[in-house]
């Protein structure tokens, strides 16, 4: 399908682990398609000869209609539909009809790859916040208890402690990709895989043949609500993953192991999540309630230090990352390596030892005040950001930011409402105002936050460009005060209405603070 993006990549130079239609339902007749060495595809632009194309029923596009341009580059076979091949009888290669393309994509893109998740113990965790930094802290956690991981997430993967960029802006990378990364910490020797599961992810199934054996949840917030419809349609994508660990699946025997689902037992859905699976419930958090029940939190302006009980035992732990909400992230981490039965100690000490997430409050030197970048970009990680950071500055907390296009409206009032009432100033610019128009999006935010009390002039202003906010913010910033560079974090591009241009806001921010301050 011409819609998304389908990077190119090597797997169409590198043997097949598996054959491809292996993941087709048992009824195919099997004798009827070729054993194609390519990759498994649903963009027509990247198809190459001996590839699968897979004909998705898009949001925006039939994949169907692109199947033409397929064979043309070398499509070797055709995946359609139920009802749909006759539509593309005359193209001259063999098509297969199923039931659901988009679940075809993932299983037959699983089998391709010889069924990785079967050789790894797979941790999901699922979340509106803090999905990204607990999947790096559990990865940290495994690796010190001994284990050898990868680690798949929004930011990209790290397998065996190399790390590897999402070449797209996918949530979660489409499936061929996601079972490409899985084979990767396969060949590379890990045993556990941790990966980042969105409700985008879940609900397009692009994590569907994963073999996940533990479930995690972070929190839960409204989200994605454009995408999804409503709240509920939300949680129960979310809800996906932990109704997943009851799926029967095959798993090597050194890789088999109870499955859990470990559960924030702050998250006030947490029995929500508990009642869509046989699995067990381990509860976590700052409660007495909890499995796992973190105490005697100390913070500090770059990190934390606290301690886990569990049967018992405590267990001194530190986070690298500043905040109550990391406590949070960092506490699944360890009620992960808990729940595998690993060393909690080891698995401590893993993640005192992980440095921090790219994005994620990520601060940046070279400047007479603090600068923090955060991907906060819904109302709830931007006031766990800004209240965290309020505890620790000294002047005022100015927020460069923006809101998304094609997203919910009320996300928009949601942050200038937070923003209004956390903030000293705010400079308004773009996010990725995709189709939109980024001055009329700013114009949204303005009047979410003139209708907080915040006066135009006196608590924020317009400045349209995102490079320009950033130099503006730096300019009337004074020592003591705090530069929060909100909702871009990670990512490598800004999405506008003629295509994506490269960012790098943490780069952006050490320029312009050389350009200034030298």
Known sequence: MANHTDPGDSSADRPAAGDWRDGLPPETDRAALPPASGAI????????????????????????????????????????????ASELAGLDVPVVEVSDSRRALSSIAAAREGYPARRLTVVGITGTNGKSTTAYLTGAALEGAGARSGVLTTLGSRIDGVDVPNPTRLTTQEAPIVQRRLAEMVAAGCTHAVVEATSHGLELLRVADCGFDIAVLTNLTPDHLDFHGTFEAYRAAKTRLFEMLDESGEKAAERMVDRVAVLNAACEDWQHFAAATEAPALLYGDVKEADMWTKDIVLWPDGSTFAVTATGESVEASVRLPGEFNVENATAALATAWALDLDVDGAAAGVAGCEGVPGRMQRIGGAPFDVVVDYAHTADAMERVLTTLGEVV???????????????????????????RLAAYAVLTEEDPRSEDPEAIIDEIARALIAGAAAEGERFERVPDRRDAIDRAFAIAEPGDLVLLAGKGHESTIERAGGPTPWDEAGAARQSIAARFG
């Open 394 to 420: 000294e002047g005022r907390m100015i927020v460069v930011f923006g809101c998304a296009g094609e997203q919910s409206l009320d996300r928009r009032a949601g942050i200038a409402g937070v923003v209004a």
């Open 41 to 84: 595809r649903h963009d027509s632009r990247v198809v190459e000869a001996g590839d699968v194309f897979v004909c998705i029923e898009g949001e925006r596009a039939d994949g169907h209609r692109f199947a033409g341009a397929a064979v043309q580059a070398g499509a070797a076979a055709l995946v359609a539909s139920r009802g749909r």
